[in-house]
């Protein structure tokens, strides 16, 4: 399964951003995961038939999920400076509810995006 993810850049504190995850092949679970530099990677959103947030991000961001596309979105409201980080979009199946926020249990990965947010 390939994953490419897309929309990253460099914004102002405030600003919205709206990453993609294009999946070749539909996957039950995707997911958005971040790390900054000198950080491990931390969740930031799933979604499955409903949709699952850090507590970090909740209220400012957004999971939806085309199934058509196959295609997975994050639209990013209100970032700040602490947002800057690499953002990984995850994909699997079979991942239980529990397991959704963590990084082990999704076995296809994309490259990555940049999102920087500045002060």
């Known amino acids: 399964v390939q994953l490419q993810a897309s929309g990253g850049g460099l914004v102002q504190a405030g600003d919205s951003l709206r990453l993609s995850c294009a999946a070749s092949?539909?996957?039950?679970?995707m997911g958005w995961f971040r790390q900054a530099p000198g950080k491990e990677r931390e969740f930031v959103a799933a979604?499955?038939?409903?949709?699952s947030y850090a507590d970090s991000v909740k209220g400012r961001f957004t999971i939806s999920r085309d199934n058509a596309k196959n295609t997975v979105y994050l639209q990013m409201n209100n970032l700040k400076p602490e947002d800057t980080a690499v953002y990984y979009c995850?994909?699997?199946?079979?991942?239980?509810?529990?397991?959704?926020?963590?990084?082990?249990?999704?076995?296809?990965w994309g490259q990555g995006t940049q999102v920087t947010v500045s002060s």
């Open positions: 995850a994909a699997g199946s079979g991942i239980i509810l529990s397991s959704m926020s963590n990084g082990a249990a999704y076995p296809y």
């Open positions: 092949e539909r996957k039950i679970v």
């Open positions: 979604i499955k038939s409903y949709p």
